[in-house]
């Protein structure tokens, strides 16, 4: 495997990864307490609860549990390794949703790879906290480098995507996600294959599609659980800063490291399309226009950018690359990108133990 050779220019953006991620735990006392507890009650009833069983006021309130599954695990996890082995978790769920977004671009160079992975690490240190929400970042990492391994050729890992969005459905809100990118890849197919629409790949990911929308209704809720997410909002309770556009929240006075990395990386995504419109893939527009949307509508969509639009990302750029002049095999421009990147890398990661 040739991507395995340059392990070396992995390693930066791993690093950041690693720091910016290395942290105390100090939500207990807030949801993630609240989880580790509920996971324990559903073990000991087997039963997920349908109120809010931490309401003082209001005891009795009809609560749609979207996360029970994560809450399962977060409890058996502490509960045989104690703090450490959340925190481990949590480490392992994140490195392992980046590595394969890092591998989904095995076909762009190092230079192009490292310098937008630490780009979009800086976007992704927004949601640091031990939440249910770290295993929707690995189904979306996974479901969208399954798809677009199979957009090259038909593989069979696309009939994964049924069993993985059972298990998104009942360990995170983000559920509905999954289907909505892998409708995207279904009309780039219907697109691009609009005069054969009956071949074997086209129908394949149709089915996959479907059989994805109906995983959806198995959880405890059933339709009213799959439809949640639409409704979640009508009776939220109060506002909170993650729920939040990045635009209202500057207007405000907030400001956040990521704000600008977000706005930055939106330009180069773009600009990277518009100026390699000729090669650029549909679903490359269509992933970057629908999750920078659904980005800027909220703080805590912030790593769904991430997952989605990295590869479109550093495709374009690469394409964008191969257009300049040839000097990038000059020994003094290798040396001086490298020098570059070290620098950016040792001044992020400075900047986040400062802030810890």
């Known amino acids: ?8 220019y992995i390693l930066p953006p791993f690093l950041l990864l690693f720091v910016e991620f290395f942290h105390h735990i100090t939500a207990f006392d807030q949801d993630l307490g609240r989880h580790v507890l509920t996971g324990k009650i559903i073990l000991q009833t ?37 703090s450490l082995g959340l925190f481990t978790l949590s480490l392992l769920i994140i490195l392992a949703a980046f590595f394969l977004q890092l591998r989904g671009t095995k076909s762009s160079p190092p230079i192009i790879i490292v310098p937008l992975a630490i780009m979009y690490l800086r976007i992704l240190s927004e949601r640091t906290d031990i939440r249910p929400e770290l295993f929707s970042f690995f189904f979306l990492s996974l479901i969208v480098t399954i798809l677009y391994r199979n957009r090259e ?14 298990l998104w459905t009942n360990m995170h809100i983000y559920f509905p996600i999954g289907v909505l990118v892998t409708a995207l890849f279904l009309i780039e197919e219907i697109i691009l294959k609009r005069k054969n629409l009956r071949n074997r790949h086209t129908l394949t990911l149709g089915a996959v599609f479907l059989a994805m ?19 979640v909002f009508q009776n939220y309770g109060y506002t909170i800063e993650e729920n939040q556009s990045p635009f209202f929240l500057q207007s405000l006075g907030f400001a956040t490291p990521t704000f600008p990395y ?13 100026f390699t419109i000729r ?3 549909i679903i490359d527009w269509l992933l970057s226009l ?27 750029s690469s394409n964008l690359l191969s257009a300049l002049p040839k000097i990038r095999g000059k020994p ?11 620098f950016f890398l040792l001044w992020q990661t400075h900047s986040i133990l400062r802030k810890e």
């Open 332 to 342: 003094f421009w290798k040396i001086t990108w490298i020098l570059l990147i070290s």
């Open 213 to 231: 929308g109906g995983m959806t209704l198995i959880n405890p809720h059933f339709l009213t659980g799959a439809l949640y997410p639409f409704r």
């Open 153 to 166: 050729h038909t593989t069979r890992l696309i009939y994964l995507l049924i069993p993985l969005e059972l």
């Open 46 to 82: 087997l039963h997920v609860p349908t109120t809010n069983l931490f309401s003082y006021t209001y005891p009795a309130f009809p609560f749609i549990n979207h996360h029970w599954g994560s809450e399962v695990v977060f409890y058996l996890v502490f509960h045989t390794t104690g």
């Open 1 to 8: 495997m040739p991507w395995i050779k340059r392990w070396w």
């Open 290 to 316: 629908t999750f920078t949307l659904i980005a800027l509508m909220a703080v805590r969509n912030f790593p769904l950018f991430v997952f989605t639009t990295f590869i479109a990302c550093c495709t374009a």
């Open 279 to 281: 090669k650029s893939r």
């Open 262 to 274: 977000l706005e930055v990386t939106i330009i180069i995504l773009f600009l990277s399309l518009l």
